[in-house]
């Protein structure tokens, strides 16, 4: 069972294309079911009219889902009860960082360490105050996310592995992202944590999405370890990039399946665009 899992947080442009048309047929090709998720947690972000149109898109593209559409909004439930196992065991710490905060402190230390794709880790400024400090500032009302303690978890899993179509057996490497946030300060979840425990309660086997995601998968590994999770297979495909290299943007409005629709564009010109579907089933 594959998912395609976009966030509504605009419109269905090519790149996204690609990968729902690799999932679903990646799906046909073994003759497993194809889902769709709405990863809308994010309350600032994501609209319903871009949810609409994304689900109109990939029946234009003749896409086909099983069952209803899963909401990411509608479980906060289901995840905040893992946030509450995690807080249990220790694993998780309050943090109550803002961003200008974390980037202050990495501007004034001498070491700044960097994740896989150049974003800068957590210095870990929450995790060294004592549990009197933490109390006192939920008490007083201070807004804070949750953020997983690698190191603690690593120590507790042990070594990890994780399958990748293109890469065989990858042992996992979580600390390469540091102390990622597992609870955002507006939301009882995260992506990490959410797309972990939706691919499990789903029932996904096989995980397809664009290489720019390769690393969370790292941590989604541990997650599901430290949580009791299946572990799907995983296929990271390549990414679709503009003229100039760059990854597709959702403000790039040439490039959305809409516009493509405007311009009498026909589905099947989408799919032999993007090598796939008709195409590829033709080529072999
Ligand atoms: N919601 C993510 C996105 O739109 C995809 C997450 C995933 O496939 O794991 O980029």
Redesign the pocket.
Known sequence: MT?????P?GFLHVG?AY?ALFAYEAAQRSAGRFLVRM?DIDPQRCRQEFERAILDDLLWLGIRWSGGVRHQSSNLETYGKAVDRLRQASLIYPCFCTRQQIRSEIAESSRAPHGPSGEMLYPGICKQLSEVDQARRILSGERYAWRLDVAKAVAKTGPLEWFDYREGEVPAEPEKLGDVIIARKDAPTS?HLA?TLD?HLQGVTL????Q??FH?THI?RLLQSLLGLRTPRYYHHNLILDHAGQRLAKRNRALTVRHLRERNTKPDDVWRLLNLGPTSRRTG
């Open positions: 998912r395609f899992a976009p966030s947080t996204h990968s990863e992506y797309v691919d995980v397809t999405r664009g720019d995601l969370a989604h």
